[in-house]
Structure formats: C-alpha cells, structure tokens
C-alpha cells in the first residue's frame, strides 16, 4: 500500500513543552523497592540506589518525573519518609494492601532525582489530608530557612531548598477507588483553595487539577466541567489518565484506540475552552496527561492477588513483559501527543521501574529495558522542538475502537536549532509494506542521518524482552529509506515503527 505524507516549514502544530516527555513513579509494588532502590545490590551507591537502573533512566532524559502516587499519594503522610531512615515507620499502604517501609521519602527520592537530571513533580494528598499539610510539605521543599519546616529539612541535611515547581493536587480524586474520593465539586473547590496555598510559596509554582481518571468514567466528562468551574483561575494543567490493553488480540482495534484518546484530549479542550469563556477568564489552562501506558497483561494476576494478599512489602505488581505490539502502541500514543502538543504541555509515562514500566529489574539481579523503552526514548531524545503539522493520505481501516484510521501514523518535529527534522513513522498493516513518500517543502538540503526501525513482521508482535531474554525486541538500522530529490521515499516493512531523522537546512 501507499503512504504519502507532506511537511512544509511554516505548517507548525506547536512548541512541544519538554515535559511532554516525562514519566511517573509510585510508591506501589517494587517501582521504588528493589526498583531504584536496593542499598545490597551490588550496583548500589551510596544513598542505595542501583547504578545500573539510573544508567537506564539516564538513557532516556527525562525531563521531569510526578511521585509519589498514585493511588498512593491519597493515605500518605510525607512525614513519615523524613529523618533518620531507623526511626521511619512502617505503615500499612492502603491503596496497595502493602507494607511501606518509608525508607525512601522525599530527600531520598529528591537526591536520586538529581542524580538522574529530573525534575520533581510533587503530588499532595487530598485524600485524607488537605491544604494545611500540603502547605506545610511545600514549606519543607521550598522554603530556604528560619521557618519550622524549612529548618526541619535543614536539619535533615537539606542545606538548599528544591524549588519545586510542580505540584499535583491529589490524584485520580473522581474514582470511588480512591481513598478520599470526591463529588467534583467538593474537589474543585479543595483543589482551588489547596492551589491557592501551593502557590503562595513563590511565583513559578505551577499546578495540576484533577482530571478524569479516564474516557469510560461515568462522570466525564462532566467531572472536568464542575472543578475546573470551581478553580479555573488558580491552576495552569488539568490531569488526564488513561491505560491501554489489547485483550482481544486485535492489533488494528488496539491501535486505533490511539485515535480514541486524540478525541479524549479534543474533548478536555472543549472543556477547558467553554470553561474559559464561561469565567470570562485570562489564563490558559493546558493537559497534563500523567499516566499513561499499556496495562493488561498482568491485570487478572494482579486482581487476583492483591486484595488476598497479607501486606506484604514491595510486592511484585504491575510488570508487564512488553512487546512488540505494545512498543508500536506507545510509539503511536507518543506521535498523538505530539500532534496535540498546542494541548497537551506534560505528559507522564506510568510508570518508570517495574510497574508497567519501560524499565524492569530483578532483585539483587539485572536490570533491562522492555520493548516500550525504545520508542520513548527516540521521542525524549528527538521529539524536542516544534511540532510540524503532517498532512497524511493513506488507506485507512474502520475497528470497535474508532473508524477511518489510516494505517500510516506519523509524527513530526523540527529541532530548536532549525537544522534536523525526526519523524516517527509507523506502518500499523499487519501484512503490507508501505511505500512511504514525505514531501518536505520550505528545507533545502535534506540529508538522511539515520533510519532505525521496531518490527516488521507481524508474527512476532507477542514477542517480548524479558529478564532471560532481554534484548529480543531492540531498533536496528533500515536499509529501505533515502531522500531522492530532497523528499523521502523507500519502504516501511509491514508492523512496525521507524524512527527517520534528516539534516535539513
Ligand atoms: O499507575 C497505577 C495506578 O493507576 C495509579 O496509582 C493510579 O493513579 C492509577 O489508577
């Protein structure tokens, strides 16, 4: 089949916000425990943490990472995670029916963040706490001394506050799940006064409200309306979330279910634009998309287990064995956000280590990248720029999930330095080859540099990268794609994901 596509220079979506490439860690399974924490690896440093895992984190420049929940954050009291690691105690998580040694807490997590190059995104507990201690664990982060909070932390060897700018308020507040759940109203108005007090701390404190916990919530998307109603003037980002499966085994539904989610986030838009008027505000508010990815394999084993479970600590839960299929899937959710970057300002992959994570690692043992890190990486490293708006004519295909889907899903981002252009590009046909033709108007001497590509062949879209056999599912170089007249044109094989970057001047 053909694929044809067209870039022209002055054709641009947006500035994509770097963030768009950031992640999410909970205090949830073994994500911290024996994740990016296991002070008898041998790997460890000194404040306990595998060397090997921050090399991987590293690997994939992560702009910013939201802790500590989750589902997590809504019983948490940070306090329990400062001072002296003998005297912590140990709590009963009860979003996770699991023990919470409290070993790791905010300066742990903070030093390993800076050990890392990200930044923090903070989220408070609205769930069974409110404004005073939020304000009070802002005071700790960020205030720089002669305060009871402040010197607390300095007292905790912390000379220099974090400046954190970045605070969530709460998390997934519309799911009945949720300890502390709310009516949207009664969050809104929390949210607004919680905002109010975050941002006294200093002028670059950002907030984010939340949004729906995702698009099959009997309440959205009404639940945006009613608390953006309640705290539009006070936060910058309403959060979305949402999880992907593919139980049916139906790469096509599954994939389409990327088009699914560009009409979620049109549809916050449209909230978020009549909210706007409706207040007759000034500000903007974008999207905060801080959880996403695939999540099902493991979902019935994990049912099953954890609510019969005597609170065990650091369970195993969430890991997913990634393949194929799903790093073409996070490939494509990568290239929808970037098409909706004048929307969507963050975006948090969930989560980073061990549960449903990019990264997995065994206890005292190795640590891998499942098939998912790939794609992520390519977007962290080269999505960062200006959005390009790609105008695409393909076949297209019709599924449950969403109809008239073009089999070619194609992203792309011109650098900031105006020289290099990256466009992913995916060929979602289980058995075609796609002739593959971008035009690029307005760049004069375009140059390949280089072309790596995920797949190719359908019949291997369950093979996964696991601990035994790590690197089963890796990007190797194409050898089918050229520029020929300053356009690009060759091949993309059947089932897969391309990374193309060009010199461009
Ligand atoms: O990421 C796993 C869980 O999914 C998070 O704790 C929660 O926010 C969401 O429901």
Request: glycine residues 8%.
């Amino acid at each position: 089949m053909k694929g044809n596509a067209a870039i022209h220079r002055d054709f641009t979506v947006a500035q994509i916000d770097n963030r768009l490439y950031s992640a999410f860690i909970e205090h949830m399974g073994r994500a911290i425990y024996s994740g990016i924490y296991e002070p008898d690896h041998p790997t460890a440093n000194a404040d306990g943490f595998r060397k090997d895992v921050l090399e991987l984190v590293r690997g994939l420049k992560i702009p910013a990472i939201r802790y500590p929940g989750g589902n997590f954050v809504s019983a948490y009291k940070w306090e329990d995670g400062i001072g002296p690691q003998a005297e912590r105690p140990v709590r009963l998580d009860l979003a996770w029916r699991s023990k919470e040694t409290n070993q790791v807490g905010i300066n742990e997590f903070a030093r390993w963040a800076k050990d890392a190059d990200i930044e923090m995104m903070l989220a408070v507990n609205l769930g069974t706490r409110g404004i005073e201690e939020a304000r009070n664990f802002v005071e700790y982060c960020n205030h720089p001394s002669g305060t009871y909070w402040s010197d607390l932390r300095r007292s905790h060897g912390v000379e220099d506050p974090y400046g954190v700018n970045m605070w969530c308020l709460g998390n997934e507040m519309d799911g009945p799940w949720q300890i502390g759940h709310m009516e949207a109203k009664e969050y809104g108005r929390l949210a607004d006064e919680t905002s109010k007090a975050v941002k006294a701390f200093g002028k670059g404190i950002e907030t984010v409200v939340c949004g729906s916990s995702n698009d099959q919530m009997p309440t959205y998307p009404d639940w945006e309306r009613q608390v953006l109603e309640e705290c539009y003037e006070n936060v910058e980002y309403i959060s979305l979330h949402k999880y992907f499966g593919n139980s049916s085994r139906n790469s096509l539904n599954y994939f389409s279910k990327i088009e699914e989610t560009g009409r979620y986030i049109q549809a916050i838009g449209g909230v978020i634009d009549y909210v706007k008027a409706k207040k007759r505000a000034k500000n903007d508010v974008y999207i905060c998309f801080d959880e996403w990815n695939v999540w099902y394999h493991n979902r019935e084993q994990d049912s099953k287990n954890w609510h019969e479970w005597d609170w065990p600590e650091a369970p195993a839960l969430l890991e997913e064995d990634y393949n194929l299929e799903d790093a073409i899937f996070v490939g494509g959710l990568l290239n929808e956000f970037i098409r909706q970057s004048d929307r969507v300002k963050i975006a948090c992959i969930a989560q980073l280590v061990n549960v449903i994570a990019p990264i997995r690692t065994k206890a005292g043992g190795s640590a891998w990248a499942t098939s998912i890190y790939y794609p992520y990486q390519f977007a962290s490293l080269y999505g960062r720029g200006t959005a390009l708006n790609v105008a695409v004519d393909c076949p297209r295909y019709s599924e449950d999930a969403a109809q008239d889907v073009n089999y070619l899903d194609v992203a792309g981002v011109l650098a900031p330095d105006g020289k290099s252009i990256t466009v992913f590009a995916i060929n979602r046909s289980p058995d075609e080859t796609m002739e593959f033709n971008l035009s690029l108007t307005g760049f004069e001497n375009v140059q390949l540099i280089e072309h790596k590509v995920m797949g190719g062949d359908a019949s291997e879209a369950r093979i996964a990268n696991t601990h035994d056999a790590p690197n089963r599912i890796v990007p190797r170089a194409g050898e089918k794609l050229g520029v020929v007249d300053g356009a690009v044109a060759g091949e993309l094989p059947a089932f897969s994901y391309s990374l193309i970057r060009l010199s461009v001047a």
